[in-house]
C-alpha cells in the first residue's frame, strides 16, 4: 500500500504543478488574440510584436517568434511549427509520470493482493482449517487491489484532463497561425 500511497501523491503533485504551469501559459489567451488580430488587420506589424512581447502565453511566444518572418511567409511557417513543438514539449512535462502510475498502479494492487493471499494462506491451520479467517484475508488482500485501481482512474482522469487542454491550445495556436500566415501571403502578392 505505501507504493500506492507514493504513486497518489506523486499524481496530485503533477495535477498542481500542471494546473499552475497551463494556468500561466493559457493565461489571457483570447484577449491577446483579438489585441493581435486588430493590430494585424490595421497593418501594424509592430504593434502585433509588441502585443507578443507584452504577453507571456504560449500563442505570444509562437507568434512573436514567426512574426519576425513576416516578409516570408515560409519562413514564418516553418518558425511557427518549430516554435509551437517547443512549446508543447513545454507543456507535455512531467505528463509521462501519469501514463505509468495508469500502468503500474493496478500491478503494484494486483501484487499486493497476491502477497496477502500467499499470507492468508500460509497462516492456515491444516489440521482445522478456519474458513471465516482465510475469507477475512482474502478480503484484506483485494483491498490493495482496489487501491490500485482508484489511482490508476485518478492518474488517468487527470492526463486526459491536461492532454485535452493541451490539444485544444494547440487547435487555437494553429487557427491563429493558419490566419496569420494567409494575411502575410495576401500582402506578399
Known amino acids: 500500500m505505501y507504493p ?14 500542471r494546473f499552475f504551469v497551463f494556468r500561466r501559459k493559457l493565461r489571457k489567451k483570447n484577449e491577446f488574440k483579438n489585441s493581435l488580430m486588430v493590430e494585424l488587420a490595421a497593418k501594424n506589424l509592430e504593434g502585433a ?29 516553418e518558425a511557427f511549427e518549430e516554435q509551437t513543438s517547443l512549446e508543447s514539449s513545454r507543456l507535455r512535462e512531467h505528463l509521462n509520470y501519469l501514463d505509468v502510475v495508469v500502468t503500474m498502479a493496478p500491478l503494484l494492487g494486483l501484487l499486493g493482493t497476491v502477497l496477502g493471499i500467499i499470507h492468508a494462506f500460509s497462516n492456515i491451520d491444516f489440521s482445522g482449517g478456519n474458513s471465516a479467517a482465510i475469507a477475512n484475508g482474502i478480503g484484506e488482500a ?12 485518478l492518474a488517468l482522469s487527470v492526463h486526459t484532463y491536461f492532454a485535452h487542454l493541451l490539444d485544444y491550445a494547440l487547435t487555437d495556436i494553429e487557427d491563429v497561425c493558419i490566419h496569420v500566415l494567409s494575411r502575410a501571403r495576401s500582402e506578399e502578392r
Do not use: D
Request: proline residues 2%; hydrophobic residues 55%.
Open 4 to 17: 500506492l500511497l507514493l504513486c497518489s501523491v506523486l499524481v496530485l503533485a503533477v495535477a498542481f504543478e
Open 49 to 77: 510584436r509588441a502585443a507578443c512581447e507584452n504577453s507571456q502565453n504560449i500563442l505570444a511566444r509562437v507568434l512573436g517568434v514567426g512574426l519576425g518572418y513576416y516578409k516570408k511567409p515560409e519562413n514564418m511557417r
Open 142 to 153: 483485494l483491498i490493495s487491489t482496489a487501491a490500485g485501481l482508484c489511482v490508476a482512474v
